[in-house]
């Protein structure tokens, strides 16, 4: 079986719609689905952002099935000035900082539809909130950058299965976020909503900001759904 690794359910909605058979697994994560897809079963689980939580979810699958491969999936923010929102991003090569370790690879993808974007991937257990430090980051050599891929790629290498990662700009390198997400995540690092919308009432001007990412998001679980839908893996 096949486990796509998000952070957030939401990131799953593309592929959703294109799966047949899904049931829901009982289970501590966040979310935690079987389907099928093209034909083949997988798995499709979410624990929140950052490399502990996709660990654990990485974990969980590899109990539950046995797994044939692992794939990184979700959003991304850009890096690199060329990459546009909704664009996919299929990863070359994870740069782990945290680890000191860089130049992961990913196993290459066979896919049917349209063009992607490719390049290094930096994963961090941050949220990249400013142009500013969207700059500093690019000038590393990385194109974007995203929270869970470096887990999933160790444990993939530790398991020695292979590894795939395919994201989604969700964020181009000129934006901002109107809020520091990473103040926004819960004692177990999870994004909180209670946070979020608290901070959002404190400053109703973010609120036109905050409905244009959630517009952006979904067309991005889209594009990504209409993608993966087309590969193989």
Request: charged content about 25%.
């Amino acid at each position: 079986m096949l486990a796509f690794v998000a952070a957030e359910r939401r990131e799953f909605d593309g592929v959703l719609r294109k799966a047949e058979r899904v049931e829901k697994l009982d289970c501590p994560l966040g979310f935690a689905r079987t389907a099928w897809l093209n034909g083949e079963p997988i798995v499709l689980v979410a624990n929140g952002p950052g490399p502990k939580l996709a660990g654990q979810a990485a974990e969980f699958v590899r109990k539950y099935k046995e797994l044939r491969g692992l794939v990184s999936s979700g959003f991304c923010g850009a890096l690199n000035p060329a990459l546009k929102p909704c664009d996919i991003f299929v990863a070359t090569e994870i740069v782990i900082p945290s680890r000191d370790r860089k130049g992961v690879a990913s196993h290459p993808l066979a896919h049917a539809r349209g063009s992607v974007r490719t390049g290094k991937l930096l994963s961090i257990d941050r949220v990249v909130s400013t142009v500013a430090e969207k700059a500093d980051l690019h000038r590393t050599g990385a194109d974007a950058v995203e929270m869970e891929a470096g887990a999933v790629a160790t444990k993939a290498a530790e398991w020695n299965l292979p590894f795939y990662c395919v994201r989604v700009v969700t964020d181009t390198a000129a934006e901002c976020f109107p809020l520091d997400f990473n103040r926004m995540r819960d004692a177990r690092g999870r994004f909180s909503r209670s946070k979020i919308l608290a901070a959002a009432l404190r400053r109703p001007v973010i609120f036109p900001e905050l409905m244009k990412l959630n517009r952006r998001s979904k067309d991005a679980a889209k594009a990504l759904g209409d993608f993966v839908a087309s590969c193989r893996f």
